[in-house]
Each structure stands twice: as structure tokens, then as C-alpha cells.
């Protein structure tokens, strides 16, 4: 099943969220963290699952950028070119957040870019874990169940294996895109050093 949405789409249009918010807990558990809240459908503003910043950055960022890839992953099957979403992701990183409270992503200096190929490869590697939990999500936000959500229990069931999946063959397709994305920009403003 492909839910019908994309990153083009508004934050605020339910099947977004619960899609953004299931790449946020694949990213958490690729990480190596744990949930320790239960998980809504409700726009994420802030800190991603409710988690307090880890030390290890790249950690970090890796949660952080899990969810816009999980959208971004989601544009490309429904039929979104992967070059697209990657300018996508790489505009949403460049513009990054000075305000944590307004739902925004770690700035460029604070995450090296190539977390961006990593999130995207793990949200494509995992996109059958962020179906099921993002499916759970919209269903009960469409029967009006705001809260609690789902338990980390229940995610780790909608999960399956602890581990997640082998990231080598989506890799093989976002790093590409990203580099290319990242090459074009940097000629673009004629700075080879960027």
C-alpha cells in the first residue's frame, strides 16, 4: 500500500505526519535509542518523539532527518523522481532551524550532509516498518484518537526485528542523488569549498 501524500503536501495534512513521525521511529531505533513515550499522528514540533538531544551528533541528526525522509522516500513511490526528492531533502537541510520549538531540523553545521543519504537510506530500506506504523497512525488520528497513541511496545511489534534492514542497496541509489544535488549546488554558486 502507498498512502497517497508526499513532502510537497502540508505538515499538517494527517497521512504526513503519521508518515514523518514513523521515519522519526525507524530513525530512532537505527540510532540504537529507545522510545520511551507513546507515538502520535500529530505534527512534530520540537524535538522528534519527544527525545532529549543525544550527545553523538550524527545520531541526532540521523533521528532528526528520518522523518523528512520518510516523506521524501514516500514521494518517489508515488511516482516523485528520486533527483527531486533529493532537492527536496537538500533544500529542507540548507534552510535547517534556529528555533528547536518551531519543529525544526539540526542546523547545516550542526550534522555533516551525508546524514541526509543515511536517513534516506534507512527510511527506503524500512519502508514497509514506516507503512505499517505511519497505516496505524492515520487510522486511529482518522477515528479521532489523539492520544495516547501508539506504545513503544506496539511500534516494536509494527517494527518486526529489532535490527531493521540491510541500508546497502538504498544506498547505492541516495548517496548518488545527494552527491549530485550537493555537486550542483556548489557550482551553482560558484563556491568549491561548499
Known amino acids: 500500500m502507498t498512502l497517497p501524500v508526499g513532502p510537497y503536501q502540508s505538515p499538517n495534512e494527517p ?5 514523518h513521525n514513523a521515519g522519526h521511529v ?3 531505533y537505527a540510532a ?3 522510545l520511551h513515550s507513546a507515538v502520535t499522528g500529530e505534527v512534530c ?16 541528526a540521523l533521528l532528526c532527518w528520518t522523518g523528512p525522509a520518510a516523506e521524501a522516500v514516500l514521494a518517489t513511490r508515488s511516482g516523485t523522481p528520486v533527483q527531486h526528492a533529493a532537492e527536496w531533502i537538500w533544500a529542507q537541510y540548507q534552510a535547517g532551524s534556529s528555533d528547536p520549538y518551531a519543529g525544526g531540523h ?16 534507512v527510511a527506503d530500506a524500512n519502508w514497509k516498518a514506516i507503512e505499517r506504523i505511519s497505516t496505524a497512525l492515520a487510522v486511529a488520528a482518522a477515528h479521532g484518537h489523539r492520544m495516547p497513541g ?13 535490527t531493521g534492514e540491510d ?8 548517496e ?16 568549491p569549498w561548499s
Not at 497521512?15 to 508518515?19: D, I
Open 106 to 121: 539540526p542546523e547545516p553545521a550542526e550534522a555533516d550532509p551525508a546524514v541526509l543519504a543515511v536517513a534516506l537510506s
Open 45 to 60: 514540533r520540537g524535538t522528534p518523539l519527544g527525545l532529549k538531544r543525544v550527545p553523538d551528533h550524527f545520531s541526532w
Open 167 to 174: 541500508i546497502a542497496g538504498a544506498f547505492g541509489i541516495w
Open 26 to 28: 525507524v530513525g530512532c
Open 32 to 34: 540504537g535509542l529507545s
Open 176 to 191: 548518488p542523488a545527494m552527491a549530485h544535488v550537493r555537486e550542483s549546488r556548489r557550482q551553482a554558486a560558484g563556491n
Open 150 to 162: 501508539l506504545s513503544p511496545r506496539q511500534v516494536g511489534h509494527l517494527i518486526g526485528t529489532g
Open 15 to 19: 497521512l504526513t505526519a503519521a508518515v
